[in-house]
């Protein structure tokens, strides 16, 4: 099927619509039961997803596979320390108290940030 989108041509070519079946059920609303039955209902599944917005093509498969780890930055990184020095805080008040507990979750908590 040939369309036209803002001036651009595109051929679509519908997918076949997958079905999908249903069970009955049976439910229970203010005391009374109620029958919904069997239903099926098709759902058009897309056989591709690549993608184009305002003519640039974008395929959210390859763009994840091929993305480097990104540098952490500044910003990231003094957060990171006020966590960790909040976090010290927090552990020399619960040995103060001799909170056992607290001490294990907040062990749990520094191997998370370290």
Same mark, same amino acid.
């Given at each position: 099927?040939?369309?036209? #989108?803002?001036?651009?041509? #595109?051929?679509?070519?519908? +997918? ?12 229970? #609303? ?9 239903? +099926? ?9 690549a993608l184009t917005y305002r003519g640039l093509v974008l395929n959210p498969v390859a763009k ?8 952490? +930055? ?6 990171? =320390? ?22 294990? =979750? ?9």
């Open positions: 099927m040939q369309l036209t #989108y803002r001036g651009i041509a #595109y051929v679509f070519v519908p +997918s076949a619509p997958a079905s999908c079946q249903r069970q009955a059920v049976r439910v229970r #609303y203010r005391g009374l039961a109620w029958d919904w039955p069997a239903q +099926s209902a098709s759902v058009a599944l897309p056989q591709s997803f994840t596979a091929s993305r480097a780890p990104a540098a952490i +930055s500044p910003h990231m990184e003094t957060h990171r =320390q006020n966590l960790l020095r909040r976090l010290q805080e927090r552990i020399r008040s619960a040995q103060l108290r001799g909170d056992e507990h607290l001490l294990q =979750q907040l062990e749990q908590e520094r191997q998370l940030l370290a």
